[in-house]
C-alpha cells in the first residue's frame, strides 16, 4: 500500500511517515520545505531502515501538483498535513494563509478526482471549537465562529470535505488535534520551530537550554484550580500512529460514514503550571518563569472527548504528560548536541 503525506517532513509529518513505515507502508512525502528540512528524510531513514520517497513540491501551485499527480504511481491514500499553522502570523497575513491552506487542499482534492485516489486523512485542530461551552468537548460540540484565519482555514477546510467527498465518493477522515508535544523516542526528528516559538513545550525547553531568558506564563487569573490555562496535550507519537489507524479503517472498508471526524487528544487537561512542574520533575532542571498577562486570543481551558475516537478508532493515547515532557527535552538537548 502506498500513501502519499503532504507536509510528510514537519512535525507531525515526519512522526507519521515513521509509524507508516514501521507498519509496512510505502510512503512518498510532498513538501516544499517552507517550515521543514531535506535533512528530516535522513532521519526517517537512519529510524526505519529505508528511505521514503520525496518530493520538493508547492501544493498551493496548482500546475506543480497536477504535473506531481501525473507522474505518480498508484496511490491508497493520502494524509494532508501541509499547512501553514502560525495562529498569530495569520492574523498578520490572511491572505498568504487561506491561500496556501485552502489552494492545497483544493489541488489535493483535485489529483484525487482526477487519479482515482480514494482515501484522504486532514490535519483539523480543536482550534474549531473555540472556548466550548461544555466540557470535555465532543465531535458533536458546535464549531464556534473563528478566532483566527488560521482557524477559520480549519473550519473552511472541513466544509470543502464535506460537500467534495459526497459528490466524487472520496472517504475523508478528519483529525481534530488537541495540543501535540514531544518527540519520537530516538530524538532523531522532532518540533524545529523556526524562530521564537508560539506554543509552549518548545518555549519551556528552549529556556532550559539557555536559548531564551525567560518563559512568560500568560495569565493565573483564569477560571482553573490554579488560574492558569488548560489544554490536552497528547504525545506526538501517539498522534501519528493515530494517523495510520485512520488510513487502515479507510482501505479496509470499515469507515462507519465517507466523511468522518475525531478527537485526537488524551482527554485529560493540564495546566500551564502543571505542564512546568512536570517539565521540572522529568529534566531536574529549575524553569525560570514569571506571570504576565493573558495572551490575546488565548481560550481558558480544553480538553477532549476521546471516547468516540477510541471506540471507532481502537486507539488510545498512552502516553503520560510526563513522558511527553522527557522526549520533549531530550529532543532539545540532541539539537543543542548537534550544534
Ligand atoms: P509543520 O509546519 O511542522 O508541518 C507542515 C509541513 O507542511 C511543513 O513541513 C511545511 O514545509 C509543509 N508545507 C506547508 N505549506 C506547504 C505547501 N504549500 N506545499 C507543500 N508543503 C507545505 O506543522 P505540524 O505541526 O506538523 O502540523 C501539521 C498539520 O497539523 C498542519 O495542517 C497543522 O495546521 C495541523 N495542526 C497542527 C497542530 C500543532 O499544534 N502542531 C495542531 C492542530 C493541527
Ligand atoms: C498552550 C498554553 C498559552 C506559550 C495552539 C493553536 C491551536 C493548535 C495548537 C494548531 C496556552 C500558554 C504558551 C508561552 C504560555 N494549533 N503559553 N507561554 O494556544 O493551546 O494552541 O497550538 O491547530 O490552533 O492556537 O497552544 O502551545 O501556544 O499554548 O503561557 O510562551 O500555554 O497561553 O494556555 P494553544 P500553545
Redesign the pocket.
Known amino acids: 500500500m502506498r500513501i502519499l503525506v503532504t507536509g510528510g517532513t514537519g512535525y507531525i509529518g515526519s512522526h507519521t511517515v515513521v509509524e507508516l513505515m514501521e507498519q509496512g507502508y510505502e510512503v512518498v512525502i510532498a513538501d516544499n520545505l517552507s517550515n521543514s528540512h531535506a535533512e528530516v528524510v535522513d532521519r526517517i531513514a537512519e529510524i526505519c531502515g529505508r528511505r521514503p520517497e520525496f518530493c520538493k513540491i508547492d501544493l498551493a501551485a496548482r500546475d506543480e501538483t497536477r504535473d506531481f499527480f501525473a507522474a505518480q504511481q498508484k496511490l491508497d491514500g493520502i494524509i494532508h498535513f501541509a499547512a501553514f499553522?502560525a495562529?498569530g502570523e495569520s492574523m498578520l497575513e490572511p491572505l498568504r494563509y487561506y491561500r496556501n491552506n485552502l489552494d492545497s487542499l483544493l489541488n489535493v482534492l483535485e489529483g484525487m478526482k482526477e487519479h482515482h485516489i480514494p482515501n484522504l486523512v486532514f490535519s483539523s485542530?480543536?482550534?474549531v471549537y473555540g472556548q466550548p461551552d461544555e466540557l470535555p468537548v465532543r465531535e458533536t460540540s458546535p464549531v464556534k465562529e473563528a478566532w483566527s484565519p488560521?482557524?477559520n482555514t480549519?473550519q473552511m477546510s472541513e466544509q470543502i470535505l464535506r460537500f467534495t467527498v459526497e459528490a466524487h465518493g472520496l472517504k475523508t477522515i478528519a483529525l481534530r488535534?488537541f495540543?501535540p508535544i514531544g518527540a519520537h523516542a530516538s530524538a532523531l526528528i522532532g518540533e524545529l520551530p523556526l524562530g521564537v516559538p508560539?506554543?509552549?513545550?518548545p518555549?519551556i525547553t528552549q529556556t532550559a537550554i539557555g536559548l531564551r531568558p525567560v518563559?512568560?506564563?500568560?495569565?493565573n487569573d483564569y477560571d482553573t484550580p490554579d488560574g492558569?490555562?488548560i489544554?490536552d496535550y497528547i504525545h506526538v507519537v501517539d498522534l501519528a500512529k493515530a494517523h495510520v489507524v485512520a488510513v487502515d479503517r479507510m482501505i479496509s472498508g470499515a469507515s462507519a460514514s465517507p466523511f468522518e471526524i475525531f478527537n485526537l487528544g488524551t482527554g485529560n487537561g493540564f495546566s500551564?503550571l502543571e505542564v512546568i512542574h512536570s517539565f521540572e520533575k522529568v529534566s531536574g532542571e529549575k524553569l525560570n518563569y514569571r506571570i504576565v498577562d493573558r495572551?490575546p486570543g488565548?481560550v481558558e481551558k480544553v480538553w477532549a472527548d476521546t471516547s468516540y475516537a477510541n471506540r471507532e478508532l481502537g486507539w488510545k493515547a498512552g502516553k503520560s504528560l510526563d513522558e511527553m515532557m522527557l522526549s520533549a527535552w531530550n529532543w532539545e538537548k540532541a539539537l543543542a548536541n548537534k550544534k
Open positions: 499553522k495562529v485542530s480543536c482550534t488560521y482557524g480549519k488535534y495540543n508560539n506554543n509552549l513545550v518555549f518563559l512568560n506564563v500568560f495569565g492558569t490555562a489544554r500551564v495572551r488565548d
